[in-house]
T-cell receptor
Framework: RKEVEQDPGPFNVPEGATVAFNCTYSNSASQSFFWYRQDCRKEPKLLMSVYSSGNEDGRFTAQLNRASQYISLLIRDSKLSDSATYLCVVTHSGGYQKVTFGIGTKLQVIP | DAGVIQSPRHEVTEMGQEVTLRCKPISGHDYLFWYRQTMMRGLELLIYFNNNVPIDDSGMPEDRFSAKMPNASFSTLKIQPSEPRDSAVYFC??????????????FGPGTRLTVL
């Protein structure tokens, strides 16, 4: 089983729709969780951290479910500019920090 | 700040040749990471440094790969000899002091390597 698993998609959604992605992780000792965004042929950039209590940033909501070992990202009122690949990131410590990226979920918002 | 700088941006070479990728982290950042990204495997951490010291190199695929950080403002990733399966985008990222967490990792634009 991969340490971090994501559905690679693509998710094709109409403009204005709500879309949600999940990401599962295998290490129950994982400590920190993040969503990164990567545009085509560009570098990844931090979108938002994921806190235990859940957090929201405008149209974006991230949640963590430790019991089931998954994190989620919800995008409301999708815009064409949201089209990108969304990478799930999990870190844990085993003497030193270990960082694992998911393969990413591709989102295509269509007019 | 110019951000993380990587060179070259594109590299095309023939199998068996030596390839050297370069990275200049953001000034003042104590952590430096090297990643490789392919369609099949996604983004993989190869190695990371803290204060110029390699901390975790468990992601380095084999002995053909080596990385150095001779000072706080420069790092290299070398592949010798290169093979077609090394074709990928190689990213360098840096992170500020005391974090080590990805919430403050800043990625460079990447080097697109093609080995023929």
């Amino acid at each position: 089983r991969k340490e971090v698993e994501q559905d690679p998609g693509p998710f094709n959604v109409p403009e204005g729709a709500t879309v949600a992605f999940n990401c599962t992780y295998s290490n129950s000792a994982s400590q920190s969780f993040f969503w990164y965004r990567q545009d085509c042929r560009k570098e990844p950039k931090l979108l938002m951290s994921v806190y235990s209590s859940g957090n929201e940033d405008g149209r974006f909501t991230a949640q963590l479910n430790r019991a089931s070992q998954y994190i989620s990202l919800l995008i409301r009122d999708s815009k064409l500019s949201d089209s990108a690949t969304y990478l799930c990131v999990v870190t844990h410590s085993g003497g030193y920090q270990k960082v694992t990226f998911g393969i990413g979920t591709k989102l295509q918002v269509i007019p | 700040d110019a951000g993380v700088i990587q060179s070259p941006r594109h590299e095309v070479t023939e199998m068996g040749q030596e390839v050297t990728l370069r990275c200049k982290p953001i000034s003042g950042h104590d952590y430096l990471f090297w990643y490789r990204q392919t369609m099949m495997r996604g983004l993989e951490l190869l190695i990371y440094f803290n204060n110029n010291v390699p901390i975790d190199d468990s992601g380095m695929p084999e002995d053909r790969f080596s990385a150095k950080m001779p000072n706080a403002s420069f790092s290299t990733l070398k592949i010798q000899p290169s093979e077609p399966r090394d074709s990928a985008v190689y990213f360098c990222a840096s992170s500020p002091r005391g974090s080590g967490n990805t919430d403050t990792q800043y990625f460079g634009p990447g080097t697109r390597l093609t080995v023929l």
